[in-house]
């Protein structure tokens, strides 16, 4: 089964819904490798698959989520013997990346659980359910994408008495994230960084690789290089602008970490994100 809906509003505003829908999917469905123009969020609501971002490789259940966020190169499929139903929503906007980061999801973890209750099902069932209207309304979509988003923001600040020192040390992992986020065109080291939030660089650099996987540094990398990439998408943008807009003054020290991390130069890379500019519509 597989019911979608899309919508025509635009990203020049803080948030707006572009697509919603539930699928149940077939025994070894499989979307990707593919990227998408706008953040989708996929909430699992039985059975089980694998998500895979070239980094990343995670099995998730029900009750799990994860989002694929603009531009990144992505692979979901479900499982042969337990294929995973989900329901999503896509949607883009100027502050939509933040309401993610607040919910503690990120491009380089782009995953949550939300077990609480059933209001994270709900809250996507009602935006279907209008979203089936002939005459529904932008404005009630638009309410149930904020009550979602709220509701994963609120799943994420969530604490106890007996919080465990690995959520402590994700914590700060998840600080360095959100001020790396916040602050990754400016010139920023993580000496400075770990100072900021209070640890010695070398527990940081400890604990950050263990949840993580890679270090600070190759994080700071890789985001400034993700961000880079959006901007390619802006014709008006030289690689030079686009270096000094995430924290490279030399272009030339740019181009040679960009095709260290990506194995072709800016430009290259630029004239093949070009050739895909007009993708076709496919479903999630």
């Not at 025509?8 to 070894?28: A, M």
Request: with cysteine.
């Amino acid at each position: 089964m597989l019911e979608k809906y899309y919508f025509n509003q635009s990203d020049q505003t803080d948030l707006n819904v572009y697509r919603c829908g539930i699928q149940e999917c077939k025994s070894g469905y499989v979307w990707g490798p593919g990227i998408r123009d706008h953040f989708i969020v996929h909430y699992i609501l039985s059975g089980t698959g694998i998500f895979l971002d070239g980094k990343t490789k995670k099995k998730l259940f029900q009750g799990d989520g994860f989002v694929v966020f603009p531009n990144c190169l992505v692979t979901y499929a479900a499982d042969s013997e337990n294929p995973w139903a989900y329901s999503w929503v896509g949607f883009q906007g100027l502050k939509a990346e933040s309401f993610l980061n607040k919910a503690g999801i990120y491009r380089e973890s782009p995953f949550f659980t939300y077990k609480t209750d059933n209001k994270l099902k709900d809250c996507l069932g009602n935006m279907i359910s209008e979203a089936r209207l002939n005459t529904s309304s932008e404005l009630m979509l638009l309410g149930h994408l904020y009550i979602f988003l709220s509701l994963l923001i609120k799943n994420n600040q969530k604490t106890s008495s007996y919080e465990t020192k690995f959520l402590n040390q994700e914590k700060y992992v998840k600080r360095v994230i959100e001020f790396i986020s916040k602050n990754y065109s400016g010139k920023i080291s993580i000496s400075e960084i770990a100072s900021i939030i209070g640890l010695d660089r070398s527990y940081l650099y400890v604990i950050f690789k263990k949840i993580m996987k890679i270090s600070p540094q190759e994080f700071l990398i890789n985001y400034r290089i993700e961000r880079a990439i959006d901007l390619m998408q802006n014709p008006d943008l030289t690689i030079g602008d686009i270096s000094r807009s995430v924290g490279y003054e030399d272009p030339l020290q740019f181009s040679k970490i960009f095709k260290k991390v990506k194995g072709i130069s800016p430009n290259q890379f630029r004239q093949k994100l070009n050739l895909h500019s007009n993708p076709k519509s496919i479903s999630p």
